[in-house]
């Protein structure tokens, strides 16, 4: 069983740290940083960074401080000196800091991935060959494979080995940058098999080894799958999973207390509007927050509805109408877009990015890691964005960061996805001077640290 190993492990520092001589430093928080930024504002690089030479105090898991290395130096750790260096260095400790010098590396937020389907089992890559052939995510999934095939698996795998795989991913995410992640249920489809998916995912969570984590109901993602010849049709079958969710699932679900948020994949040939309409207002008076799967393969209504249920967040939205979208943007909606999964099913249908940037629209970017879409790195997501979907590496940095962050409360109320007093001391640290440079995609992560909140995941 693979177990994490990890710096995070470490008791957080008890004394300050300073990260001293930074290049471009991403603050992404010309004002208080807690709302989302639209437009041109996205990508201003005037108010977004600070030019090279700034650093950072950091005490316990908050940022203090972020000016000019010299006046933190004179301040809090005047027998320090720069190394002079070409490479990022210790400098030691130094009136209580621990001091590192970075050399003109450039610094950006912890990443903030605000859809994933963090937990399943099961390998569902022979669905490339199929997809290859000619067959469509509908046609894969009226064959018994898709989120079914995924079912099956999760079902069948223990719960030692969900959570050792969770820790294996959950590595993975934070290796690419992401330091605040959501995991939704929603590959078990029953009241035993999604409680046990959320129970996991809490595990995952109360481990000092794991970054924060929101935690989501999915129990709306597909109508489980079916004994064979059951005479049913899928509509008879889809009506009684929604009585069972409303009457056994979601309370159980809100008596166990772990989920945030509901989610339904509300798209044709899945749930409806009217069905996730239900659900959603069902999960809200039980507290929960909504987010939503809407319009991934044709315009159904979805935005729309979203924008009726004050979601928080509208993801894939790719074939959402522009009045949808437009009445998302009104109530603060989010649009959230996963270019992830056009490019693994193959489609050159990328989302409307440019869309929301011409009209102001809040957006965000998340990973939707799932059996089909492989892939929990953030820089991979915007490195689609910024080459398909006429976005710069700034703008994508903020739907990221400070963006997917305006639209998913931190556990503990912090603030994230940006870098300012008071704002979690979550960081990745880039091997040049730019923070362009956190789209460059080699199959590898683009940083070359990471901290999540004041402990090193990956130290210099
Ligand atoms: O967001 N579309 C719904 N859910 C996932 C995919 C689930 C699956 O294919 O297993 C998504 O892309
Ligand atoms: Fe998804």
Known sequence: MRRIISSL???AATMGMLLLNAGWLAHISPDAGT???????????DSLLHEPGYGLLIEDTLIQSVAPSEELMDEHAPSAKLSGGTSPTSLGQHSGHDVFDLAGRAVVPGLVDAHTHLLWAGDRSHEASLRRQGYSYHQIAE??????????????????ELVSEGEHRLRLAMD??????????GYGLDTKSELALLEAADTLAKSTASPPMRHTWLGAHATPPSEEGDGRTEESRRAAYVDEMLAEQLPAVLDQGIADSVDVFCEPGWFTVEETEEICRAGADGGLQVRLHVDEFEEGGGAALAAELRARTADHAAWSDSEGRASCARVGTLQGFLPGTPHVLGSDHWPPIRECLDNRWPWT??????????SLSLPFSAHLAVTHCGVDSLEALVACTRNAASGMDHPRGLQTGTLRSAAAASLNILPG????????????????????????????
């Open 433 to 460: 001077d730019q923070v362009d440079g956190w789209i460059q995609d080699s199959g590898e992560s683009p940083f070359i640290a990471t901290l999540v909140e004041g402990r090193w995941h990956r130290s210099l």
């Open 143 to 160: 064959m018994g494979g898709g989120i079914a095939f995924t079912v099956r698996c999760t079902r069948d795998a223990t719960q030692d």
């Open 35 to 45: 709302t989302p930024l639209t437009g041109d504002a996205m990508g201003d690089r």
């Open 365 to 374: 970017l998340a990973s939707d890691f799932n059996p089909n879409c492989d």
């Open 176 to 185: 690419h940058g992401t330091t605040f992640i959501e995991a939704k249920s």
């Open 9 to 11: 492990m470490q008791p």
